[in-house]
């Protein structure tokens, strides 16, 4: 069974840089795992941020970025504010037509 | 603007049926790939079942296999979610969501509809 790791919770200051990363609890993630990004606040649908490792979706910041990081995918918010605290889920597409969510990341500004 | 709206959702007993639909409008329906993604209360999204823009196409993940099936209908611009034998720990919020493509999931997102498995 494939599980994808994220840290539970993470904390930035106002207008600091924050790194989120997505692993695999065997392997490593590259490209061809097609991760994608979303942010999501309590009680609203999550909304796309990032998709194929570092794309952006429209209407989203340049301050949210995309990338691989060593073994993971990387999810990093520069310049945080107090409107990112929010939950950030990855998915990796692990193939045959199958997605796998990550467990979500509790970003909190402060 | 693409438009996703779920319905069908409510309340039903375990070992029961219900079926979800999503109407979908904004944008060409049957040229994208569909997901259904679910999310237990105070728990993280879990990928349920995903089809192809023809609707020949279908995957799902294994804890629903076997249970739930999902359609379209592209003359109606509809996603349905057949779900059977339901369990308590299918009780979740069901968004609908298109996808870019199979290996792509969730560009856009309903607002999803509530299920409860409970006696």
């Known amino acids: 069974q494939t599980v994808v790791t994220q840290e539970p919770s993470f904390s930035v200051s106002p207008g600091g840089t924050v790194t989120l990363t997505c692993g695999l609890s065997?392997?490593?993630?590259?490209?061809?795992?097609?991760p994608s990004w979303y942010q999501q606040t309590p009680g609203q649908a999550p909304r796309a941020l990032i998709y194929s490792t570092n794309t952006r979706s429209s209407g989203v910041p340049d301050r949210f970025s995309g990338s691989i990081l060593g073994n993971k995918a990387a999810l990093t918010i520069t310049g945080a504010q107090a409107d990112d605290e929010s939950d950030y889920y990855c998915v990796l597409y692990i193939g045959g037509g199958i997605s796998v969510f990550g467990g979500g990341t509790k970003l909190t500004v402060l | 603007e693409v438009q996703l709206l779920e319905s069908g959702g409510g309340l039903v007993q375990p070992g029961g049926s219900l079926r979800l639909s999503c109407a979908a409008s904004?944008?060409?329906?049957?040229?994208?790939?569909m997901s259904w993604v679910r999310q237990a209360p105070g728990k993280g999204l879990e990928w349920v079942s995903g089809i192809n823009g023809g609707g020949d196409i279908t995957y799902y993940a294994d804890s629903v296999k076997g249970r739930f099936t999902i359609s379209r209908d592209n003359s109606k611009n509809t996603l349905d979610l057949q779900m059977n034998s339901l369990r308590a720990d299918d009780t979740a919020v069901y968004y609908c969501a298109k996808d870019r493509g199979t290996m792509i999931r969730g560009a856009n997102w309903g607002q999803g509809t509530l299920v409860t498995v409970s006696s």
């Open positions: 904004g944008f060409t329906f049957s040229t994208y790939a």
């Open positions: 065997s392997g490593s993630v590259s490209t061809s795992y097609y």
